[in-house]
């Protein structure tokens, strides 16, 4: 079993980014695909992006294309969430999971980190 620790979090100012960082432990996520969701107070966790084992294929909500980026490096066994002009309505606990099942998109979450809390003033 994979554990994910989020960090990278913090209070921005609107316009402003952030990386999130999703460390991996235990066992190598070398072959997961691995993806990053939200949750804002009183709504549904949310999908924000995902990229495949390979690193070939990425994925995002149409409400943070051209703003965020996700990326991995397999090596460091660690996958990134490049946050770029930051919106209010972006504050939320962001989590990152790991798919070892899922080979074709939409992929099958069974991991997940704790979160880290993305906070992005007006």
């Known amino acids: 079993q994979v554990q994910l620790v989020e960090s990278g979090g913090g209070l921005v100012q609107a316009g402003g980014s952030l990386r999130l960082s999703c460390a991996a432990s235990?066992?190598?996520?070398?072959?997961?695909?691995m993806g990053w969701f939200c949750q804002a107070p009183g709504k549904e966790r949310e999908f924000v992006a995902a990229?495949?084992?390979?690193?070939?294929?990425?994925y995002s909500a149409d409400s943070v294309k051209g703003r965020f980026t996700v990326s991995r490096d397999n090596a460091k066994n660690t996958v990134y969430l490049q946050m770029n002009s930051l919106k209010p309505e972006d504050t939320a606990v962001y989590y990152c999971?790991?798919?070892?099942?899922?080979?074709?998109?939409?992929?099958?979450?069974?991991?997940w980190g704790q979160g880290t809390q993305v906070t992005v003033a007006s």
């Open positions: 235990g066992r190598t996520i070398s072959t997961y695909a």
């Open positions: 990229i495949s084992w390979s690193g070939e294929s990425t």
């Open positions: 999971a790991g798919s070892d099942r899922g080979v074709a998109w939409p992929y099958e979450y069974d991991t």
